[in-house]
């Protein structure tokens, strides 16, 4: 507040003010007038039509910022349509926590989704498999095997190691020796049952 006695000129007029004893600005009679008429001022600022304390009025103005300061600011309103509070987003994490972490779905597309793994089989369920490469190269196909004797049809025959031998009989030396010769030949193979005995 002004000083009982502080003088106030208003610019537009060229009055000039007086506070008085009792806070009322009273206006200053012209030079070569009698009196002045009384002004009520407003130290409130929230009277219309009434003369403002210029004391409320810088009082009022330390608070307020020049509109160019504000250009770096978004008003609450607009603030509240368009972002989100810090206590709102605890939930979500930041992009490069995001990036660091998980793949982008443009990553994705050379990898089958899970519903597409249902028609593959795990290498732990493969364990008891054979790779074709390894079947082709070491394992013969049924069809492959028409020319070959089951084990089960090997029983009706019998092994070379174990067929009868006849003994060993020396090569004839002259005609005198032939028929010596063949006669032990013939008797060998009938022991050993290659022959029938007649």
Same mark, same amino acid.
């Given at each position: ?6 003088? !106030?000129?208003?610019?537009?007029? &060229?009055?000039? +003010? ?16 009698? *009196? &002045? ?9 929230? @009277?219309?039509?009434?003369?403002? $304390? ?8 330390? #608070?307020?910022? $020049?509109? *160019? ?9 607009? !603030? ?18 995001? %990036?660091?972490?998980? !793949? ?6 050379? +990898? ?11 290498? $732990?369920?493969? *364990?008891?498999?054979? @790779? ?6 070491? +394992?013969?196909?049924?069809? %492959? ?9 090997? =029983? $009706?025959?019998?092994?070379?190691? %174990?067929?009868?031998?006849?003994? =060993? ?13 063949? #006669? ?12 029938? #005995?007649?």
């Amino acid at each position: 507040m002004c000083a009982v006695g502080s003088i !106030a000129s208003v610019t537009e007029t &060229g009055d000039i +003010y007086e506070l008085n004893a009792s806070g009322t600005w009273t206006k200053k009679p012209a030079e070569g007038s009698e *009196s &002045g008429s009384e002004v009520t001022v407003d130290s409130t600022l929230t @009277q219309s039509g009434q003369a403002a $304390d210029a004391k409320a009025v810088g009082d009022a103005l330390k #608070n307020k910022v $020049d509109s *160019s300061v504000l250009a770096n600011y978004v008003e609450t309103s607009t !603030a509240e349509s368009t972002y989100a509070k810090k206590s709102e987003i605890s939930g979500y994490m930041t992009e490069s926590t995001a %990036d660091s972490k998980y !793949a982008a779905k443009t990553e994705l597309s050379s +990898y089958a989704t899970k519903t597409e793994l249902g028609n593959y089989a795990t290498t $732990d369920a493969l *364990s008891g498999y054979v @790779q074709s490469s390894v079947a082709e190269s070491t +394992y013969a196909k049924k069809t %492959d095997l028409d020319g070959y004797a089951t084990t089960t049809s090997l =029983n $009706d025959y019998v092994k070379t190691v %174990d067929l009868p031998k006849g003994i =060993n009989v020396a090569d004839a030396t002259g005609t005198d020796d032939v028929v010596t010769q063949l #006669n032990a030949l013939i008797a060998s193979l009938k022991s050993a049952g290659i022959i029938a #005995n007649s």
